[in-house]
Nanobody, 118 residues
Framework: VQLQAFGGGLVQAGGSLSLSCRASAPTYTMAWFRQAPGKDRDWVATIWRSGGLTYADSVKDRFTISRDYDKNMMYLLMNSLRPEDTAVYYC????????????????WGQGTQVTVSS
């Protein structure tokens, strides 16, 4: 399965951005991760084909993850962005039921940069 993430950019604090991830085939679990300069890759949100979803506490109530199953697409709507949200955002997918463990995701997109200015 190949993943392609796109939609990043530069936005002022308090603004919004929407990321998209295109998958070449269906998968059960899809997720967003992010990696800030000099830091480990952090889990952001996960959505399962069952419709369930979950978020990291740091983005809960600000970010919304969704999927379009017909198009094999995943989205991340990011509102009320903060400078600390600045990172490269990666989409990931797995045929397993998994949540936040990056090691359990078999497929990764190339990443898209999100920069939030203060």
């Amino acid at each position: 399965v190949q993943l392609q993430a796109f939609g990043g950019g530069l936005v002022q604090a308090g603004g919004s951005l929407s990321l998209s991830c295109r998958a070449s085939a269906p998968t059960y679990t899809m997720a967003w991760f992010r990696q800030a300069p000099g830091k480990d890759r952090d889990w952001v949100a996960t959505i399962w084909r069952s419709g369930g979803l979950t978020y990291a506490d740091s983005v809960k109530d600000r970010f919304t993850i969704s999927r379009d199953y017909d198009k094999n697409m995943m989205y991340l709507l990011m509102n009320s962005l903060r400078p600390e949200d600045t990172a490269v955002y990666y989409c990931a997918a797995s045929q397993q039921i998994t949540v936040r463990d990056a090691m359990k995701y078999d497929y990764w997109g190339q990443g898209t940069q999100v920069t939030v200015s203060s």
